[in-house]
């Protein structure tokens, strides 16, 4: 099983990033997607999730408005994009595939907002 996240950078506040998450190895229209973020010395964190037929979407009360998570089954991807960041948002960025007792991390993506 492989989650390829793409997409991070360093960027203004007020910009935007779109980040990429390519699944491979699972029946990828079986899994909840979400983005978690993680800073040094605090706990990973959830930002957005979207169910296995992009009808069901949670966000984090302080990306609402900002973020957007969408997904592509036919091509096993799911994005997020950011826009109006903020420097708060600086973090690692992980994809994660969940799907009953299964649950799979891809590698951080940095995002870097500075002020």
């Known amino acids: 099983v492989q989650l390829q996240a793409s997409g991070g950078g360093l960027v203004q506040a007020g910009g935007s990033l779109r980040l990429f998450c390519a699944a491979s190895?699972?029946?990828?229209?079986?899994?909840?997607m979400g983005w978690f973020r993680q800073t040094p010395g605090k706990e990973r964190e959830f930002v957005a999730g979207?169910?296995?037929?992009?009808?069901?979407?949670k966000l984090r009360d302080s990306v609402k408005g900002r973020f957007t998570i969408s997904r592509d089954n036919a091509k096993s991807t799911v994005s997020l994009q950011m826009n109006s960041l903020k420097p708060d948002d600086t973090a690692f960025y992980y994809c994660?595939?969940?799907?009953?007792?299964?649950?799979?991390w891809g590698k951080g993506t940095l995002v870097t907002v500075s002020s």
């Open positions: 190895g699972i029946t990828f229209s079986n899994y909840g």
């Open positions: 979207i169910n296995w037929s992009g009808g069901v979407i």
């Open positions: 994660n595939a969940d799907f009953a007792d299964r649950r799979y």
